[in-house]
């Protein structure tokens, strides 16, 4: 594998005279954030440049009570600690509510001075105890609640989401709550993509009010550039973006941000997946950790860190890695650890606990944990990804980074053995643009099928705990369609306008498009699980490491479909089943036990010659089209999920490499795809523009 070597200069930025507590001086563009009079706000800064600080203060200064919301649970954990020391070194006292159970918070209201509040669904579950999560959200925002008191709210936007469309108990008292909080912060904003950055933009414009008379302010953290500020752009024309200036060298008052990096750059076109990629990304774990570390004189407590897009790959390498570390004689439990989806969070290590030691995870350690590693071995094939993972490395000391690129990427690097790190960031905006955030989506004839799935959602009918649909209420969902559509006006990116593909706001013809099977299956399960549908699945012992027991958790559809195994009932490990799973699913709940990790298929699909999937996202049905799998159990437990909540959509001509984001099952016989989830939509979309295209030609 051909490969380039290639150093990236340091970063310095600008300090100010200002600061506050016992926190170091602002940064420059910490201060224009604090200090700005516009009510929409874009902080444009690289990862450890200090965005959150910056908004937290913001939102102090203005006495404003504020809704911090993070694409992930496990970011959301990681930042109550970090948020909370941040207040506690400008002489705030915070009081955290929402991790302990058994946590007497109402009578440290007296003592304390600001409430710093944890609610996701995982956190909720975790409080409820078993009870109905909406009592336990109501009674925390209802009794946390004091005129002049400041609050933070960490959460995700799909747990305001539900909160928007009444899925908890106690709805109206708890959105009425939510409406006390007066600024809303979206980190990590360049994460989001395709539907979900269509709901969050359409949900914020709700939970602001009318465009003339906003009643929320909005900020919006984000490490990088491209379609999605050129979306904020246009539709709140008033907003400012704070980009943080970036220095090559030391000057008076300026702090060093990033430190020098060696990257060996390799080219990688797709995903890493096979054995050869984990013999090499094995290689290249040992023989970084044999290498004298540079510019280190103290050993680190991860040495080496690696960052794959893969669970399974990630899980193999870590294997790989045990192995290889044994036959050096060094105990791998004491030696390789492992953060992803798949790790239970009690049995995560924190990396206080680890000494010298390897460490391999997916995106789970790309946001929120401030490494200090020497070295690093990471791919990336997104913009997002690759600077969220660059920036794991280099910010308190050298780092050796082992970089695995797809060519558009990697090829920038020829030729060159020295690079600005604003020269990176250059290289990355423009060799990346391929996957984008599909931005545009929001203004396109694709975005009216989510409004209508949000306003029918909102109106749905449920059992007493939230947990079960009852019927839909059309004629006020084809009301509040209405409503959200002014709200949503003005969205727009470049020269398109959501309000010019809309389609018709007749009584008659939204009551019509609303009752659409697709928007039915939209409004029940389309922004509650993720893009896919999830499998309960469960890993035998020792396959994490050799002390591990058995792993229960959801798996991806797609990636479980790509594994072999067994599918049983999950009546037969009930009592080991953490208490999450129990509250989402039934004993007679299909679970697939794994029994190996090998990526074996590619799971593929069979169309009847009746199929309906044409030119149009439709809800699947296994009459139509039925999954080939090696394991029949599998197909059919597949089939039954896809059957009940996805939609799907016939993408002909689609390709493996066509953005590895989009989840989607290959056809049996032919050339295409069936894209499947929400996704369809856009598959749908970049379908009808392909189609557009042609004509035009």
């Not at 009510?39 to 006495?63: C, E, Y």
Request: glycine residues 8%; hydrophobic residues 40%; aromatic residues 8%.
């Amino acid at each position: 594998m051909a490969e380039n070597v290639v150093t990236i200069g340091e970063v310095y930025v600008q300090l100010t005279g200002r600061r506050i507590g016992k926190l170091d001086p602002f940064y420059e563009h910490q201060v224009r954030t604090i200090d700005s009079e516009k009510r929409v706000i874009v902080l444009d800064a690289p990862t450890g440049s200090g965005k959150t600080l910056a908004a937290l203060a913001r939102v102090i200064a203005k006495k404003q009570s504020a809704i911090f919301a993070y694409p992930t649970n496990a970011l959301v954990k990681n930042q109550v600690e970090s948020i909370a020391d941040l207040l506690r070194k400008i002489g705030r006292k915070p009081n955290i509510i929402g991790e302990d159970p058994k946590q007497d918070w109402a009578t440290a209201l007296d003592s304390t001075d600001i409430d710093l509040l944890c609610l996701t669904g995982e956190s909720l579950e975790v409080l409820a105890e078993k009870k109905a999560k909406g009592t336990v959200m109501d009674k925390v925002l209802t009794g946390t609640y004091r005129k002049g008191r400041l609050r933070i709210l960490l959460t995700n936007p799909d747990t305001i989401y539900l909160a928007f469309i009444g899925r908890y108990y106690r709805q109206g008292r708890i959105y009425e709550q939510l409406g006390t909080f007066k600024a809303v912060v979206v980190d990590e904003f360049h994460l989001y993509s395709g539907p979900a950055l269509a709901r969050l933009i359409f949900m914020l414009n709700e939970i602001r009010g009318s465009p003339d008379n906003p009643l929320v302010d909005l900020i919006f953290l984000s490490a990088t550039h491209g379609e999605s500020v050129s979306l904020l752009q246009g539709t709140f024309p008033d907003l400012e973006i704070v980009k943080a200036n970036h220095y090559s060298g030391p000057a008076e008052n300026r702090k060093q941000m990033r430190f020098r990096s060696r990257c060996i750059v390799k080219a990688a076109e797709r995903v890493m997946s096979d054995d050869e990629d984990v013999e090499q990304a094995s290689d290249d774990i040992i023989r970084l950790y044999q290498t004298e570390p540079p510019g280190e004189t103290q050993a680190a407590n991860v040495k080496v860190l690696g960052v794959f897009s893969s669970v399974i790959f990630a899980i193999r390498v870590a294997k790989r890695v045990s192995e290889r570390v044994s036959a050096l004689g060094l105990d791998p439990s004491k030696t390789v650890y492992q953060i992803h989806g798949f790790v239970p969070r009690e049995q995560r290590v924190s990396t206080s606990g680890m000494n010298n030691a390897i460490l391999i995870g997916t995106s789970a350690v790309e946001v929120g944990i401030d490494f200090d590693v020497p070295f690093m071995v990471m791919e990336a094939h997104d913009l997002a990804s690759f600077l969220q993972r660059f920036g794991r490395g280099g910010r308190h000391h050298e780092c050796g980074y082992i970089l695995y690129l797809p060519l558009a990427m990697a090829g920038r690097f020829s030729g060159q053995d020295h690079m600005e790190f604003n020269e990176l960031l250059g290289h990355a905006i423009a060799a990346f643009s391929e996957l984008p955030s599909y931005a545009d989506f929001l203004c396109s004839s694709g975005a009216r099928a989510i409004l209508l799935a949000m306003a029918l959602a909102a109106t749905m009918k449920h059992s007493r705990h939230g947990a079960s649909s009852v019927g839909f209420d059309y004629p006020s969902a084809a009301q509040f369609f209405k409503e959200l559509v002014l709200l949503n006006s003005g969205v727009r990116i470049g020269d398109h306008a959501l309000t010019d593909v809309i389609g018709s706001l007749l009584d008659d013809e939204v009551l019509f498009d609303i009752k659409h099977r697709t928007i039915q299956t939209l409004a029940e399960n389309g922004f509650l699980r993720g893009t896919l549908n999830s499998v309960v699945s469960r890993i035998g012992g020792g396959v994490l490491s050799p002390q591990s027991g058995p792993v229960f958790m959801e798996t991806d559809l797609i990636e479980a479909l790509r594994l072999q195994g067994r599918v049983e009932k999950a009546s037969a490990y009930w009592e080991d089943l953490p208490l999450t799973l129990k509250t989402r699913y039934s004993p007679d709940t299909p679970l697939f036990s794994i029994d190996d990790l090998m990526w074996r298929w590619h799971p593929r699909v069979a169309l009847s010659v009746k199929n309906p999937y044409k030119d149009h996202a439709a809800t699947y049905f296994s009459r139509h089209s039925t999954v080939k799998f090696g394991n029949p159990a599998m197909a059919e437990v597949a089939d039954s999920l896809l059957n009940e909540r996805n939609l799907a959509f016939l993408w002909k001509g689609s390709g493996r490499r066509l953005d590895y984001r989009i989840p989607r099952l290959y056809l049996e016989q032919g050339e295409g795809a069936l894209v499947v989830g929400d996704w369809a939509l856009i598959a749908q979309y970049l379908w009808e523009k392909q189609q557009e295209a042609d004509t035009a030609s």
